[in-house]
């Protein structure tokens, strides 16, 4: 009996940490809760576009004219006779006629052509000056660009963009972001962890028990082996 208390019976307490769960002690004495094994996640998380605002625009360069439409003739100058020819050998004009019967002696019913706007001979220059392109010489008969000459369908000698009707130097007329290409102050579409800056699709960056979404190093939640370190 003296020799039982100096001596106690030896009970082999060994200390050991689960690594799922907060639980540090002798196997078993342990409780029976643990957690689940771990998974990963985001702690915080808030919603944003990513990443840079850039300047573009969203319609692309389109031609056009700087000036307007205006009317002209191609041709150059040439005279011309508006009238028709007169090939008749009767002369209608008596004044001429008689003229012409004086001149060449007796009754001579042949006299030569002539036009009938100006009476001159049907070999002679135009009596009246015109444009060659038209035959007339009023304001134009022809359309063209005043900015560059190019006719009624070219299609432009300049360009901008369609959206903003800027010109091709401009930087652009609108802020969207470059990755997701969403417009400023549009709804944000993702969401990003404020910790480590990454989107939620990545891997998380801290861990938590797959069953309460609780940190491992808490008490355990479910009825499962503890995971005990023994090494
Ligand atoms: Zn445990
Ligand atoms: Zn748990
Ligand atoms: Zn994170
Ligand atoms: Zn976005
Ligand atoms: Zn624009
Ligand atoms: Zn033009
Ligand atoms: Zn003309
Ligand atoms: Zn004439």
């Not at 959206?163 to 709804?187: L, M, N, P, W």
Request: proline fraction near 5%.
């Amino acid at each position: 009996m003296k020799e039982h208390f100096m001596h106690p019976i030896e009970i082999n307490f060994r200390k050991v940490k689960c690594l799922n769960c907060s639980e540090e002690t002798d196997p078993r004495l342990a409780i029976p809760e643990c957690h689940l094994e771990a998974e990963s996640f985001h702690p915080e998380t808030y919603k944003t576009h990513i990443y840079n605002l850039i300047l573009t625009h969203p319609n692309n360069l389109e031609r056009y004219h700087t000036d307007s439409l205006e009317t002209y003739h191609p041709g150059s100058y040439t005279y011309i006779h508006p009238g028709r020819p007169i090939d008749s050998q009767i002369d209608l004009n008596f004044a001429q006629c008689f003229i012409r019967a004086i001149t060449f002696g007796g009754i001579n019913p042949m006299t030569p052509g002539y036009w009938s706007c100006c009476r001159k001979d049907l070999s002679s220059n135009g009596c009246e000056k015109v444009r060659s392109c038209c035959q007339k010489d009023d304001k134009g008969c022809s359309n063209r660009y005043k900015c560059c000459d190019g006719a009624l369908h070219h299609k432009g000698c300049e360009k901008r963009y369609r959206c903003c009707d800027e010109f091709r130097t401009s930087k652009g007329c609108q802020y969207i972001y470059d990755v997701c290409k969403h417009k400023a102050g549009e709804q944000p579409c993702c969401a990003v962890c404020k910790k480590c800056n990454q989107t939620i699709e990545k891997k998380g960056c801290a861990m938590r028990c797959r069953n309460c979404k609780e940190p491992q190093t808490k008490k355990g939640c479910i009825k499962v082996a503890h995971n005990f370190d023994f090494s």
